[in-house]
């Protein structure tokens, strides 16, 4: 059988990338700082089907060309493995200097970072250089030089056998510490330098291949169903240092972040008392030390906390319920931890309260919300790691009158160092400093929730985090985040894109935006223009104000004005009311109007009006209709020229539409009485996939390009090939629309695209035997055709082949990209011809 048409499927891989640096002791030494796995679960299939066509999304229905066929995957399974330094212990002399014949306890982190369950091998073996031996008794070992492993975060230790070990099954992002006791001989200097290494791996390289010698820490295939690792055997290896004659500081640098992610008045602006807030908390785990005060950053591990009745150890993440406010909902945690409550006063330290898993009868009695980690899923939150996902949402309760009223909220994590229990971990939200560490004073305040007590309805303007954003640089002890509600103003309007009223641009809420596409015929060519169709629109206003409204809508002239043509069209629609305006590159005017407004018929001091829209939220949908002038330029042209001046196009063209309550009822719209207005851009494109080609000449078997030839770099120019040359094509297509930023906004991805190239369609004849000597003039290089993203390139008439006939070679390659196309993003699709 011939197989007719053969597909190729590319994709692109992703890497990580390890790196950091750790201030040890005083001494600079590189390390690798874990990443997480971040890939589809191994054995997931994947099906994708690209349907052969290129359209707007937010103009569905209308193809262009046919549907590509399905393609199947399953994702294999990739193992991975990191090994951190997580810090160095002096056991023999806790807090002092490093001096002879102390041991000192050298703690790693070995994480799963593939994407399944995977074991870990590790030896009874470590290697150490300078004064120093692998030796010393840890605690609960009874034979010197012994190495330790846990798997539950430090509370656990367990011996590592002579032969080394094999674990159980790790989780993905998973960890296990291994702990090395490092005896300092005699005769020891001050200044010397002792390392300890964990794995032999080149340069404490990561997640490589495994080339077999004695101390690897290694994966060892779990043998599920997923099947043997694609990757095989993976390695990793770690190395610390110390000098004699320091003082170890080994401590974990926990910082936990908040912000405010949502905000709900439950649908009224009256009273303030349901009002909701949504908060999201992060921990991170530094994997440097940002503090710049010599500490051996180290894994977060647990403390001791009471839960549901019995003391274990456990990393805490809490958050005080805020004064004036009860907790509304479940909170939400992420995977690997739980949620857990508390009713002790706040005047009691979160990892003294009394926590449970069990939620009260009634949430409003909940005076701390807590997140605990799952031990049999996370152990430690490793080095260079940070964990996000945590939620609470709180209802206002206690805010009275039209406020302003404040509500602070700050947050806090409990734990220990991993291998160190007795070195207590508190920090406080608000701020970028791990451990309430005080910038300027370079201490660790000890008292633990630093402020909790005052989680109320007083805080210091020195201590509160001002952009709510983690940025506050005022307390050692964190910095508050504000909420601050108040009552509408009576009179208040929202306009925005459709169901968005709310929707906030690059710099506000009057440059939210809609974007759409008029359709452009085939064959306009760069630099020619176009007189598309009429692109049509639907906004929604809100009347976010106390009081019912009558909401008038006129467009207004953009920011920049010559950023919409001369002669646009602009006709604003409300059921049976309509009035259209014409730009004249300064101003819009009035040309025409349907339909009456209480009982006035439309007029040019009159714009289409929304009566009586409902107070405290009430909404309602109107339509824009932008019809461009002819003359205009494709949206996806590099330059336009015009009266002896050229500009920069790739853009679109905007259209603002403003909102406002007519204060004096005059039907004009004037900034300065109208104070209750706000305004939303409806944007049209004319095409937004800008489609570059360029080619080059590559040596191949013809002769050498001569000296100066520009032919062997990318251009638009024309070339001169030789036979034997070959000729490189590139189309460069990208997304030239604006990108989203804000929210709310209605943004332009490029779906279904296809791109087709046929060398035997006119203009094109690089398939054609234009010089009747019974060869084509160009022959397809096998494996040559490539996109830069993921797609499917099919070859016609067969499959990717070369001949010197039109039956026997490609003729045509059509590239179908999978998934949409972002704004901004630009990819590339190239092939190669052999000149015959």
Partial sequence: MVNRKKSVNKQRQPYLSLVATALLTGSFFQFIAPVLADGTAAGTPISNTATATYEDPNAPGSPINSTSNTVTVTVAEVAGITVTGSG??????????????????YTYTVTNVGNDLTKFQIPNLATTTGPATVSGLLPGSSTSGNLQYSTDGGTTWINIPAGGLTTGAIAVNGTVLVRVPVTVQ?????????TARLGQTPGDAQNQPRIADGGDVYTVDNSNTAGAPINGVREASATQQTQVGNTAKTRALATILKTKTAYDNAGTSTPLTDDLLTYGLSLRVEGN?????????????????????????????SDAIPANTVLNSTPIAPSGWRVVYTTTTTNTNAEAATWSTTAPA???????????????????????????????????????????????????????????????????????????????????PTTPDGGFVANGTVVPANQTDAQNNNTGTNSPTGDYNIATLSVPNATSVLNGPNGVPDAIGPTSNNDDFTNKSALIPPNIAP??????AAVSFTNTVQNSGTSPANISLVPTPPTTPGDLPSGTVVTVSYQGLSAAYTYNGTIFTFTSGAGTVGGNPISATNPVRIDAVPANGGKANYGVSVDLPAGTPLSTDTTAQGAAVTTTIERGFPTPVTAFIDTNNNGLFEPAVDTANNTSIDRVYTGF???????????????????????????????????????????????????????????????????????TQSPNNWAK????????????????????????????????????????????????????????????????????
């Fill in 289 to 317: 030390d940002v503090t710049n005060t010599g500490v051996t950053p180290a894994a977060l591990a647990g403390e001791n906390i009471s839960v549901d009745g019995a003391t274990v150890s456990r990393i805490l993440v």
């Fill in 527 to 532: 630099g020619l223009t176009v007189n598309p």
């Fill in 362 to 444: 009634s949430l409003s009695s909940v005076t701390r919300v807590g997140f605990i980690n799952d031990p049999n899923l996370v152990t430690s939150v490793g080095t260079g790691t940070t964990v996000n996902g945590f939620s609470i949402q709180v209802k206002t309760t206690g805010a009275t009158g039209n406020g302003p009223v404040n509500i602070y909220n700050i947050a806090q994590v409990a734990g220990t160092t991993a291998g160190d229990p007795t070195t207590k971990i508190y920090d406080n939200s608000g701020d970028q400093n791990p451990d309430n560490f005080n910038s300027t004073g370079q201490t660790f």
């Fill in 769 to 836: 035997d234009n010089d009747n000597n019974s060869l084509i003039d160009t022959s397809n290089i096998v494996s040559s055709a490539k996109d830069s993203g993921t797609s499917t390139i099919q070859f016609f008439p067969g499959n990717d082949q070369t001949g010197t006939t039109a039956n026997t070679d490609v003729t045509k390659y059509v590239d179908a990209v999978t998934g949409q196309v972002a704004p901004g993003i630009q990819r590339t699709f190239t092939f190669q011809r052999k000149v015959n």
């Fill in 186 to 194: 005699a005769g020891a200097q001050a200044g010397d330098t002792i």
């Fill in 88 to 105: 160095i212990a002096n056991q023999t002399n806790p807090g002092g200097s490093t001096k002879a014949g102390d041991t000192l306890v």
């Fill in 689 to 759: 996939l800008q489609l570059l080609k360029e080619s080059r000449v590559l040596q191949g078997t013809g002769p050498a390009l001569p000296g100066g030839s520009t032919d062997g770099t990318f251009s638009t120019t024309a070339k001169k090939p030789a036979p034997g040359n070959i000729i490189e094509y590139r189309i460069t297509y990208k997304n030239i629309s604006t990108p989203q930023v804000g929210s709310g906004n209605v943004i332009l991805n490029v779906d279904k695209i296809v791109i087709t190239e046929d060398g």
